[in-house]
């Protein structure tokens, strides 16, 4: 299954018991990366932060399984990946030596264009919110490590 949006993940998250969702106030310095490290070391689940002292939530352990990974990706096992994708291209660049072996194609050239972000011109629901005057200070950025010189952005998909 693939999400249209992050918020669609996060439902996917909820209904497949793998998120929990922290309502109370946890600062985004040391504190939340305390409890993330835990978490983590405990193979537990995803953790959406909804109060962090910023206007934003933030969403932490995402893909922190390989259960959340194939959940995000939309297949049923990590390990069939590779192979896959491995004959999806020795189907298209093998030799056609017919017409009809050109046509046999189209229907993995079609899952290929699937794959492809949809080009939509209506107003995306990421224009709901706009910042007039954009500040990297309103986010909940992470203080990791008590010896951190400040905050820091860390990997993808921590916000």
């Not at 949006?5 to 996060?10: A, Y």
């Not at 995803?46 to 297949?75: H, W, Y």
């Not at 910042?131 to 008590?146: A, G, N, R, T, Y």
């Amino acid at each position: 299954m693939m999400f249209k949006n992050l918020q669609e993940f996060i439902t996917a998250l909820e209904n497949a018991g793998e998120l929990i969702k922290i309502k109370e106030f946890v600062s985004p310095v040391l504190e939340i990366s305390e409890i993330t490290d835990r978490i983590c070391k405990a193979e537990g689940k995803a953790l959406l932060f909804e109060n962090t002292g910023t206007e934003f939530p933030l969403l932490i352990n995402s893909m922190g399984s390989m259960k959340r990974m194939c959940m995000a990706l939309g297949v049923d096992n990590l390990e069939n990946i590779g192979s896959d994708m491995e004959n999806l291209f020795k189907q298209i660049i093998a030799p056609k030596e017919s017409f009809f072996d050109k046509i046999k194609l189209l229907p993995t050239l079609n899952e290929v264009a699937s794959w492809m972000p949809k080009v939509s011109s209506k107003k995306a629901p990421c224009q709901e919110v706009v910042m007039k005057e954009p500040d990297i200070f309103k986010l909940p950025v992470l203080q990791c490590w008590p010896k951190d010189g400040g905050k820091f952005i860390t990997l993808p998909l921590v916000h």
